[in-house]
């Protein structure tokens, strides 16, 4: 597994960077390892709702995990607030970093990861595939 360490600036949308990162250097598999920072605006769908929740409070990225691949993302993430609430759901584009973002990628060898529509989930899911090389 290689290693790449991204840190993310200022107004920098966490969504959108980590796909576009995924894209420019053709990653076809990888994982979130470890990923902290803070948030100045959260956009999160929580677990069985279709809409995105909004928050522009300023919060703790206390953990980031998920799938990367140039065919699209799916990442988890915890939040904490000001006064120590915790939240978290599926990362959606909005996710605003306020002072920094500091991401940890796996990049796995010999594996490519594709978003197909499952006609069960009525999501685009995860599909693995392994090369022998």
């Known amino acids: 597994m290689k290693i790449d360490v991204l840190r993310l600036k200022p107004g920098a949308d966490l969504y959108h960077s980590l796909q576009d990162w995924a894209i ?18 959260a956009s999160l769908r929580y677990a069985s ?7 522009e409070l300023p919060s703790e990225i206390l953990q980031i995990s998920g799938t990367v691949s140039k065919d699209g993302l799916h990442l988890h993430m915890t939040i904490g607030d000001d006064k120590g609430k915790v939240r978290g759901g599926h990362v959606r584009p909005g996710c605003r970093i306020r002072t920094t973002a500091e991401i940890v990628i796996g990049i796995i060898p010999n594996t490519a990861f594709e978003r197909v529509y499952d006609t069960e989930t009525g999501y685009k899911e995860l599909k693995v595939s392994k090369s022998v090389e």
């Open 49 to 55: 709702k279709k809409s995105v929740k909004v928050s």
């Open 24 to 41: 420019e250097n053709s990653i076809e598999a990888a994982t979130v390892l470890s990923g902290v920072g803070s948030l100045k605006q």
